[in-house]
Nanobody, 120 residues
Framework: VQLQASGGGLVQAGGSLRLSCAAS????????MGWFRQGPGKEREFVSA??????YYTDSVKGRFTISRDNAQNTVYLQMNSLKPEDTARYYC????????????????WGQGTLVTVSS
């Protein structure tokens, strides 16, 4: 299983980015996909997840970020709007075949991360 994240970059506060995570090596449509982030000097934290039918968000991104999936393309997206400097982090996508939730320790497969930098 391979996860390839992309779409990070430098953006001004208030701007938008869309992250993508392409999965290969498994049947994508039935598994939970999650996005996590780790900022400088911070622990890894949950951002959002999508199961077959439900979506989950951490409180700090609700109303600003939207997670979606395209099962035909084996890809999950994270649309990030109204970005803030505190959103600066390396963003990782993750997949698990059985778990649905926010605990990063439970996710089995991880991408390499993509860096998001939000300037003030």
């Amino acid at each position: 299983v391979q996860l390839q994240a992309s779409g990070g970059g430098l953006v001004q506060a208030g701007g938008s980015l869309r992250l993508s995570c392409a999965a290969s090596g498994l049947t994508f449509s039935t598994y939970t996909m999650g996005w996590f982030r780790q900022g400088p000097g911070k622990e890894r934290e949950f951002v959002s997840a999508i199961s077959r039918t439900l979506t989950y968000y951490t409180d700090s991104v609700k109303g600003r970020f939207t997670i979606s999936r395209d099962n035909a393309q084996n890809t999950v997206y994270l649309q990030m709007n109204s970005l803030k400097p505190e959103d600066t982090a390396r963003y990782y996508c993750a997949l698990d075949r059985f778990y649905v939730g926010s605990n990063w320790l439970e996710y089995e497969y991880w991408g390499q991360g993509t860096l998001v930098t939000v300037s003030s």
